[in-house]
């Protein structure tokens, strides 16, 4: 059973195109997130939501959006993709709440290549 | 804001011998979590292990193990016994009050057969 799952496992695609990545996760979590993980291994933050807050990392450029269809999905869309965006992009989802126990469970990763 | 600072971009063991990551990070909270995360080529992350800060008793999962200096906030993991299969990059997190994760730069483990 898969717990978070990303689509597709490759993306390759050219400069100034809009592209998605699809993620699910069926462990009934609250909170979804999505990383960038660079060239050099660095994993940084880019969007946390659940049902009531979206939070964004005020570095990601505006041409990134997540969006929500339903609790058990948040998608990455990317709007006229360049160079730098070139890198895995993890989806993580946790049970969210403060004061919750809580653990990330993340996907196997999106490997972006933009020509 | 906090941070997580892994001081070891590469660490190299040899296979049955004992490895210690070190992390450290930097927050004014009392209450969090800390994770250590590994990440093998085949890129997916799995925790290896988990500590609540409000816990004196260290966590322990089979062979890994941390020791968690919460003065020093200080947080690292001991592998005993390596095996080839635990060669990967091993992230340290952090998980604050406000459910905002933070990750280390990473080590990158060798084990040595």
């Known amino acids: 059973d898969t717990a978070v799952s990303q689509t597709p496992k490759y993306l390759v695609t050219q400069m100034g195109n809009d592209k998605s990545i699809k993620c699910e996760q069926n462990?009934?979590?609250?909170?979804m997130y999505w990383y960038k993980q660079d060239s050099k291994k660095f994993l940084k933050i880019m969007f946390s939501?659940?049902?009531?807050?979206?939070?964004i990392n005020e570095t990601v450029p505006n041409r990134f959006s997540p969006k929500s269809p339903d609790k058990a999905h948040l998608n990455l869309h990317i709007n006229s993709l360049e160079l730098g965006d070139s890198a895995v992009y993890f989806c993580?989802?946790?049970?969210?709440?403060?004061?919750?126990?809580?653990?990330?469970?993340f996907g196997p990763g999106t490997r972006l290549t933009v020509l | 804001a906090q941070t997580v600072t892994q001081s070891q971009p590469e660490m190299s063991v040899q296979e049955a011998e004992t490895v210690t990551l070190s992390c450290t990070y930097d927050?004014?909270?009392?209450?969090?979590?800390l994770f250590w995360y590994k990440q093998p080529p085949s890129r997916q992350m799995i925790l290896v292990i988990r500590q609540e800060a409000y816990k004196q008793q260290n966590a322990t999962e089979n062979r890994f193990s941390v020791n968690f200096q919460k003065a020093a906030k200080s947080f690292s993991l001991k592998i005993s016994d390596s095996q080839l299969g635990d060669a990967a990059m091993y992230f340290c997190?952090?998980?604050?009050?406000?459910?905002?994760?933070?990750f280390g730069t990473g080590t990158s483990l060798t084990v040595i057969p």
């Open positions: 997190a952090y998980r604050s009050t406000g459910n905002q994760f933070y």
């Open positions: 939501y659940n049902n009531k807050e979206l939070i």
């Open positions: 993580a989802s946790s049970q969210g709440g403060a004061t919750v126990v809580d653990t990330q469970y």
């Open positions: 462990l009934g979590h609250d909170t």
């Open positions: 927050t004014s909270e009392s209450d969090y979590y």
